[in-house]
């Protein structure tokens, strides 16, 4: 049997930034279990290690409108160095797991792309909607 964890990353008090933590309280809701990280590269390392499958949802700040959905496997999407509202962006904490072995074996990263990050903003109304998108997508796959 294959081993699937899904993990929402995400800041409830950065705006658009709790879109994650939004796919993963969706996802429970409609019977997928699913992990909320705030951004602990090692709670992250920890919850995928093992896996046959992660799939890690995460916001993104690239410039492209805002809702816009990007889903990737493996990395080449994610840029190191870039600006994150987490300790350590999701590229540091790939590349913290591969020099330590700790990767799952196959990773999905879904990101959504946000508008506004201010602190005590809520979900932007595109970002929501893509929230439920993408907990509609991994649902459905996981049939």
């Known amino acids: ?10 800041n409830d008090y950065r705006g658009d930034d709790g879109a994650g933590l939004s796919v993963a ?27 046959d499958v992660a799939i890690v949802i995460d916001a993104a700040r690239s410039g ?17 160095g870039g600006s994150s509202t987490h300790a350590l962006s999701l590229a540091d904490a790939v590349e913290l797991a591969r020099s330590l072995d700790r990767m799952p074996g196959e990773l999905i990263v879904y990101t959504v792309e946000g508008a506004d990050f201010a602190l005590g903003a ?13 907990a509609r997508t991994i649902l459905r796959d996981a049939r």
């Not at 049997?1 to 995400?10: D, E, P």
């Not at 699913?34 to 896996?51: K, S, V, Y």
């Not at 492209?64 to 190191?80: E, M, N, S």
């Not at 809520?122 to 998108?133: K, Q």
């Open 1 to 10: 049997m294959t081993r699937t964890v899904v993990i929402g990353l995400g």
């Open 122 to 134: 809520g979900l932007s109304e595109a970002v929501s909607a893509a929230a439920w998108n993408i």
């Open 64 to 80: 492209d409108p805002p809702g816009i959905v990007r889903r990737f496997r493996g990395t080449p999407c994610l840029a190191h």
């Open 25 to 51: 309280r969706l996802l429970r809701d409609l019977g997928v279990a699913a992990i909320e990280n705030g951004g602990d590269p090692a709670e992250l390392i920890e919850t995928w290690t093992g896996a």
